[in-house]
């Protein structure tokens, strides 16, 4: 059971690491008054989520509770190459938001490698813009 375990985690580390590369690109292709957006979207969206008692099933309309991980962050990640510069910067901050809740604590190494990847991207986003006290604060408790 374990090594089922262990298999599932470096498949899901695998695809996260896809989809953070995917992020990350459509992120660099924001110009700066697109990028202030997303940063203000995606901290409304892990907000959001931090306040539920499973923040990692953010977005999925039908929350199971024992499911490890939702489709939220596939269909995001679909989305952060639409035509449609709305839908790709509601689609990049909420695969932040879910991916951040969803390794933040996690024990598997590769996991927290794409949590690190995560803040890498929200940094790039937070230095888009100057940032009031109260979202540098955030930023702080959160790396």
């Known amino acids: 059971m374990d090594m089922l375990i262990t298999l599932l985690v470096h498949w899901r580390r695998h695809t996260l690491h ?3 590369a995917a992020v990350r690109k459509a992120v660099h292709a924001l110009d700066g008054a697109q ?27 039908d929350p199971v509770m024992y499911r490890p991980w939702s489709p939220v962050a596939a269909v995001a990640a679909s989305r952060v190459r639409d035509r449609s510069i709305l839908l790709r ?11 951040y809740h ?4 996690s024990p ?7 949590h690190r990847e995560v803040l890498g991207i929200l ?4 230095d888009a813009r100057p940032l009031t006290t ?3 604060a955030w930023f702080k408790a959160a790396a």
């Open 35 to 61: 990028r202030k957006l997303v940063v203000d979207q995606t901290l409304a969206e892990i907000q959001a989520a931090a306040v539920l008692p499973l923040p990692h099933l953010h977005g999925d309309s």
């Open 108 to 114: 598997e190494a590769g996991l927290q490698a794409v």
């Open 18 to 20: 896809k989809q953070a």
């Open 134 to 136: 109260t979202e540098s």
């Open 123 to 126: 940094r790039e986003l937070r």
């Open 89 to 99: 910067q509601r689609s990049i901050a909420l695969w932040l938001a879910v991916v």
């Open 102 to 105: 969803e390794t933040r604590q």
